[in-house]
């Protein structure tokens, strides 16, 4: 198999550079059953969802070209078809399902925890003061749920 590139569109350039790092692209399905490849954007984080035909990119939007994505998905079919790549498969690694978590989400996700954390601990205070009263009242042996132990606060 023949591939052509241009020596004159950048993109083609570009496209071999974008299948270089094939390995770090995330494959899907869409809701009808279409494969597509998610490649990395020219800025950090962002993602194309592009297969031999389309791509999500504003390059393929506002100009209707052929990308350096679907250029790049192009090349990785070629070598597909002569048996040089081969499709990622799924394995077993938990490290496979982890994301990569921004400072401000890390933030915000210490910040919900530390609000769960208050709820809890006032939670767990509003029972023990129920507890306490209830033992009081000569309750003996506490045993019951903190939905008792609230209905009783209420009460």
């Known amino acids: 198999m023949t591939i052509e590139l241009s020596t004159t569109d950048r993109r083609d350039g570009k496209a071999l550079a974008l299948f270089a790092r094939w390995q770090d692209w995330q494959q899907g399905h869409t809701k009808d059953g279409r494969?597509?490849?998610a490649i990395p954007g020219s800025e950090p984080g962002l993602l194309?969802?592009?297969?031999?035909?389309d791509c999500s990119c504003q390059d393929r939007s506002s100009r209707g070209t052929i990308c350096k994505h679907m250029r790049a998905v192009r090349f990785w079919m070629a070598a597909?078809?002569?048996?040089?790549?081969?499709p990622r498969g799924r394995t077993n690694d938990p490290a496979d399902d982890l994301v990569i978590l921004t400072e401000a989400g890390a933030a915000l996700l210490a910040e919900q925890r530390a609000d769960d954390l208050a709820s809890e601990a006032e939670t767990d205070l509003a029972f023990a003061e129920t507890a306490t009263r209830l033992r009081g009242n000569g309750a003996g042996a506490l045993l019951m749920t903190y939905e008792q132990a609230f209905a009783?606060?209420?009460?």
């Open 35 to 37: 494969p597509f490849f």
């Open 48 to 53: 194309h969802m592009a297969d031999q035909n």
């Open 80 to 86: 597909y078809q002569t048996g040089q790549v081969r």
């Open 152 to 155: 009783s606060v209420e009460a």
